[in-house]
């Protein structure tokens, strides 16, 4: 009888801990303002909106010792796929994402396409194009990515 009530208390002990671990540490809440929202719209050459077009949000699988680009920007084999966005019939999108993943975001084409953008080495064509660079209107919560052209292959 001292076995099993020994017993019994050893795996209450055991469940109490778990129960306690999980209530802490199971259920993450967020609150309205602890969340980034990036909005947008995708066009073709011509600046007609793309319905229903897929790219990749991406971030950066190593912060360091990454290879770039002839424009400067990572490789596709060191970007971590964090998001498929698919546009609307208007061709816009919306992407939020917790403040705590707030990293350095870029976009990357799925298929073939490409972006067509400007930067510092003026018109470029890439896979992959820097977020950081596409912000057009910012408050601290929403970001307005504007207008991004992309052509297909």
Avoid: W
């Avoid at 796929?81 to 976009?107: C, H, M, S, W």
């Amino acid at each position: 009888m001292r076995n099993s009530s020994t017993y019994i208390g050893k795996v209450f002990t055991v469940f109490t801990f778990l129960f306690v671990v999980f209530l802490n540490h199971g259920c993450q809440v967020y609150e309205d303002n602890m969340f980034f929202t990036y909005i947008g719209t995708v066009s073709d050459e011509s600046g007609n909106p793309v319905e229903d077009y897929e790219f990749g949000f991406t971030e950066l699988k190593y912060n360091i010792n990454y290879t770039t680009d002839e424009n400067f920007l990572p490789q596709r084999g060191f970007l971590k796929l964090v998001y498929i966005v698919k546009t609307d019939i208007n061709g816009e999108f919306k992407i939020v994402i917790p403040r705590k993943n707030q990293a350095r975001f870029f976009f990357m084409t799925l298929g073939g396409s490409r972006f067509v953008f400007e930067n510092h080495l003026g018109a470029v064509e890439s896979e992959v194009r820097d977020i950081f660079e596409t912000v057009v209107k910012s408050d601290q919560l929403v970001s307005d990515l504007g207008q991004i052209e992309i052509i297909f292959k």
